[in-house]
């Protein structure tokens, strides 16, 4: 039988012992515990850090033919539920036209009363966002056309509820 130590005596070599790893699982639990909780942190900051904004991808390049004679680029990505399917071809007079097709998760087209916009920007950030007015040809594809566009780089920002999708592309001289 042990005897418990009185007030002021020295703790026996197993009581010290007992004492050491007692404080080594109270260390552990509480670092296994602090790194759990840095964790959810992080998952929940995560909602504040997300940019709304994808990139589409080109695909492939557009081969230059009458209306298209600068060529073009097919792209192709996805923005929130819809998979977005675009073809963006430049004209002699640096005009763009945009072909975009969206499709959903069970490939139905998007409806027509889907709230979106197109518009076009310098990449530096220079100028102000030029809009494009799009046409509905038939049920989620849609078309567009620039004025003629100045020279350098620009993207395509076609906006959908809740998320943005953004497509780069240069004009050449």
Sequence with gaps: M?????????????????ASGARSARLLVGLI????????????????LVHDEVRLNAVGPIAAAPGAERGGVVFHGTANI?????????????QVSFAIDLVGPTAQPAPAGLQLSL?????????????????LVRPGSLVAT????????????LTLPEIEALQEFSVEP
């Excluded at 515990?33 to 504040?48: N, Y």
């Excluded at 819809?82 to 640096?94: F, H, I, K, M, S």
């Excluded at 518009?119 to 046409?135: C, V």
Aim: glycine residues 12%; without cysteine; proline residues 9%.
């Design 2 to 18: 042990t005897k418990s130590p009185t007030p002021g005596s020295a703790p026996t070599a197993g009581q010290a012992a007992a």
């Design 33 to 48: 515990g602090g790194v759990f909780l840095l964790l959810i942190a992080a998952f929940v900051g995560m909602i504040f």
């Design 82 to 94: 819809w998979e977005v399917r675009g073809r963006l071809t430049q004209d002699n007079a640096r």
């Design 119 to 135: 518009s076009l920007e310098r990449t530096d950030g220079t100028g102000t966002p030029i809009p494009l007015d799009h046409r």
């Design 146 to 157: 620039s004025a003629p566009l100045e020279t350098g780089p620009w993207r395509l920002r």
